[in-house]
């Protein structure tokens, strides 16, 4: 059976950091891409990082460079986005999703989906 678990959100002041992570279990780990996806109230969802977990490669979106970091554990099979210095617009559920195939910033993307983890960041 496929998963993807995402744990790690919570309540946090603004400039403060939170550390997600995202247990994958039941595919082949290193044949996917893994990436965070975000969706506030009212909004769109919005994809936020993304890694290869073959290669290493990461992508982020200009919403959350140089502030959140996307980092993989092959062995663990695990994937952590590193939240730093987090704003209120920050607040959302953080999903984290695995596809073998599309590229990031599909509209497709996903071949599978975890619950998500919500993250709200006070002013």
């Known amino acids: 059976e496929v998963q993807l678990q995402a744990s790690g959100g919570g309540l946090v002041q603004a400039g403060g950091s939170l550390r997600l992570s995202c247990a994958a279990s039941g595919f082949r780990f290193d044949d996917y891409d893994i990436g965070w996806f975000r969706q506030a109230p009212g909004k769109e969802r919005e994809g936020v990082a993304c890694i290869g977990t073959n290669d290493g490669v990461t992508k982020y979106a200009d919403s959350v460079k140089g502030r959140f970091t996307i980092s993989s554990d092959n062995v663990e099979k695990r994937v952590y986005l590193q939240m730093n210095n987090l704003k209120p617009e920050d607040t959302a559920v953080y999903y984290c999703?695995?596809?073998?195939?599309?590229?990031?910033?599909?509209?497709?993307?996903?071949?599978?989906w975890g619950q998500g983890t919500q993250v709200t960041v006070s002013s």
């Open positions: 999703a695995a596809d073998s195939w599309s590229t990031w910033g599909d509209s497709g993307w996903g071949d599978y």
